[in-house]
């Protein structure tokens, strides 16, 4: 299964332009809806100190994380106003742990380090 999730950029102060809006697909990720927010996402890190290769998040329910990210994030950064909750487990199983905006965590406890295999994200 393969999904997109949309960024948008402003081409002028009053206008989006269609040709700036770029779509990454990432399988197992699902697509905020068009209008929603998502100039200030949840990110997520391989490595400790919000370093490494990364990925975000704006609303989802990913039961399943890209496979390269699957059981290697060591970090994240949470904005204001997001809250993510992180599952050892696919399918929102498995240990887990919430995390509320603004936060940023520069080391995953060990029981969830390189352990997070999906994560859902809302509006706190």
Same mark, same amino acid.
Not at 85 to 113: H, M, S, W
């Given at each position: 299964?393969?999904?997109?999730?949309?960024?948008?950029?402003? +081409?002028?102060?009053?206008? @989006?332009?269609?040709?700036? #809006?770029? %779509? #990454?697909?990432?399988?197992?990720?699902?697509?905020?809806?068009?209008?929603?927010? !998502? &100039?200030?996402?949840?990110?997520? %890190?391989?490595?400790?100190? @919000?370093?490494? +290769? &990364?990925?975000? @998040? !704006?609303?989802?329910? $990913?039961?399943?994380?890209?496979?390269?990210? /699957?059981?290697?994030? $060591?970090? @994240?950064?949470?904005?204001?106003?997001?809250? !993510? #909750? #992180? %599952?050892?487990?696919?399918?929102?199983?498995?240990?887990?742990?919430? %995390?509320?905006?603004?936060?940023?965590?520069?080391?995953?406890?060990?029981?969830?380090? /390189?352990?997070?295999? &999906?994560?859902? !994200?809302?509006? $706190?």
């Amino acid at each position: 299964m393969k999904f997109n999730f949309v960024t948008a950029a402003i +081409a002028t102060s009053t206008t @989006l332009a269609i040709s700036a #809006l770029s %779509y #990454l697909s990432i399988p197992g990720f699902s697509q905020p809806a068009f209008g929603q927010n !998502c &100039s200030n996402p949840a990110k997520f %890190y391989k490595d400790r100190d @919000l370093r490494g +290769a &990364s990925f975000q @998040l !704006c609303f989802t329910n $990913s039961k399943t994380i890209p496979a390269r990210f /699957n059981d290697q994030i $060591s970090s @994240l950064r949470i904005p204001k106003g997001r809250k !993510c #909750l #992180l %599952y050892t487990n696919a399918g929102f199983k498995g240990r887990r742990i919430e %995390y509320i905006g603004a936060t940023n965590v520069v080391n995953l406890q060990p029981e969830f380090n /390189n352990q997070v295999s &999906s994560i859902q !994200c809302t509006t $706190s």
